[in-house]
């Protein structure tokens, strides 16, 4: 089974700090996806990474994948309230269709 | 843009009693999946299917079908209802088979009583 650990599963930091989660397996994807998810919502895909080494930026989001496609990462420079929610990683996992995701990171910035 | 439509939103049941939640992909979306989440976890995959036929099964109780119809449109069709099937049931849409970026509809929330 593919398996996709985040790290840390929770998170409480203050208004204009920086963060980093991790999301790490064992196992090599072809691509990752980084959802975030609001109380009793539909996760909400805001980057999909597929080259190993790669770094996409969304305003004040970094992500990374890992060189080896195993890992990634997301980093939030001067966290604000709005970017509270949980933020889940996923990936393809064995078969041709179903998301395989991780535990997911409960972040809570506070003001 | 139009995202993915789930109806109901909520949705009560009793024990034993049958349920069915519908899915309308992304226009022009041709692969329709479903995943259940329980409180504090994180989605499973139940289900997909890719031009009207199922590409891919993950942990779907033997009480649970679903199908695809020529609109494109999803259905899962819950039986015998059971305490620990209350969860929020997501459906998710893309283009093509084999392509992992899902869009997600704002979930189905069932309640077993």
Request: hydrophobic share 30%; net charge neutral.
């Amino acid at each position: 089974t593919q398996l996709l650990e985040q790290s840390p599963q929770f998170l409480s930091i203050q208004e204009g700090e920086n963060l980093t989660v991790y999301c790490n397996s064992s196992s090599v994807f072809s691509s990752l996806q980084w959802y975030r998810q609001e109380p009793g919502e539909g996760p909400v895909l805001l980057v999909t990474v597929v080259t190993g080494g790669e770094v996409k930026k969304l305003k004040r989001l970094t992500f990374q994948f890992g060189d080896a496609r195993k890992d990634s990462s997301l980093h939030i420079t001067a966290a604000q309230p709005g970017d509270t929610g949980l933020y889940l990683c996923a990936g393809e996992g064995r078969g041709a269709q179903k998301l395989v995701f991780g535990q997911g990171t409960r972040l809570t910035i506070n003001p | 843009a139009a995202g993915v439509i789930q109806s109901p939103r909520h949705l009560i049941k009793e024990k034993r009693e049958t349920a069915t939640l519908k899915c309308y992909p992304i226009p022009r979306h041709d692969t329709v999946y479903w995943y259940q989440q329980g409180p504090g976890q994180d989605p499973q995959f139940l289900i997909s299917f890719y031009e009207k036929m199922q590409s891919d099964k993950g942990s779907i109780p033997d009480r649970f079908s679903a199908q695809q119809f020529s609109d494109y449109h999803s259905e899962l069709n819950m039986s015998s209802l059971e305490l620990g099937d209350s969860a929020l049931y997501f459906c998710a849409s893309s283009f093509g088979q084999g392509t992992y970026e899902q869009y997600f509809g704002p979930g189905t929330r069932l309640t077993v009583t």
